[in-house]
């Protein structure tokens, strides 16, 4: 069992209209790490310099991840023999943006300027990123936050955060 929880959301390449991203989580123990590892790619939109609602990706932070029930994707996850989800994550405090949601997609028309995991990636017919087996990826997440979820307080247990990074990932491991 963890202390905390991170998942780092780091760039890998982008296109005018989507970004590719590989999603890493760290569980910590006090402050060391004791859990680091890829669990799949994530999908969002494109940088746009001027925000356009559900076109935009969201800005490089570090930003609470939450559970939520209130959210069109919670009926249909729960309902989902495979995925049996008991919330949808959150992300929360996100500079000029809100009701972003990890859930299921394809294609950057998915987004609705949220963040889409998947399993394998590949590129569409107008040059732009997209995922395979999303609600997959989804459920391997959650395996992660499943064991700190609190149903009475609608919590985790933990602090679960969700941190963008945008610098791309050869880069930011050449950093490290």
């Known amino acids: 069992m963890y202390d905390s929880i991170v998942f780092?959301?780091?760039?890998?390449?982008?296109?005018?209209?989507?970004?590719?991203?590989?999603?890493?989580?760290?569980?910590?123990?006090?402050?060391?790490?004791s859990l680091e590892t890829g669990i799949c790619w994530i999908?969002?939109?494109?940088?746009?310099?001027?925000?356009?609602?559900?076109?935009?990706?969201?800005?490089?932070?570090?930003?609470?991840?939450?559970?939520?029930?209130?959210?069109?994707?919670?009926?249909?996850?729960?309902?989902?023999?495979?995925?049996?989800?008991?919330?949808v994550l959150t992300l929360?405090?996100?500079?000029?943006?809100?009701?972003?949601?990890?859930?299921?997609?394809?294609?950057?028309?998915?987004?609705?300027?949220?963040?889409?995991?998947?399993?394998?990636?590949?590129?569409d017919t107008n040059n732009n990123f997209v995922v395979a087996r999303s609600r997959e990826a989804l459920k391997k997440i959650h395996n992660y936050t499943d064991p700190y979820f609190d149903e009475a307080k609608m919590d985790f247990t933990i602090p679960i955060f969700y941190e963008c990074i945008r610098t791309p990932l050869i880069n930011y491991l050449k950093k490290s």
């Open 8 to 33: 780092k959301n780091i760039m890998v390449a982008s296109t005018t209209d989507s970004t590719l991203s590989r999603l890493w989580i760290q569980g910590f123990v006090g402050d060391k790490i």
């Open 43 to 87: 999908l969002e939109d494109g940088f746009r310099a001027v925000k356009v609602k559900g076109k935009t990706r969201i800005p490089e932070g570090k930003y609470p991840l939450k559970p939520t029930r209130s959210s069109k994707f919670y009926t249909p996850y729960r309902d989902d023999p495979r995925l049996k989800a008991l919330y």
């Open 92 to 123: 929360e405090n996100v500079p000029n943006f809100d009701l972003i949601r990890l859930h299921a997609g394809i294609d950057v028309e998915d987004t609705l300027g949220c963040q889409l995991p998947g399993i394998g990636t590949g590129m």
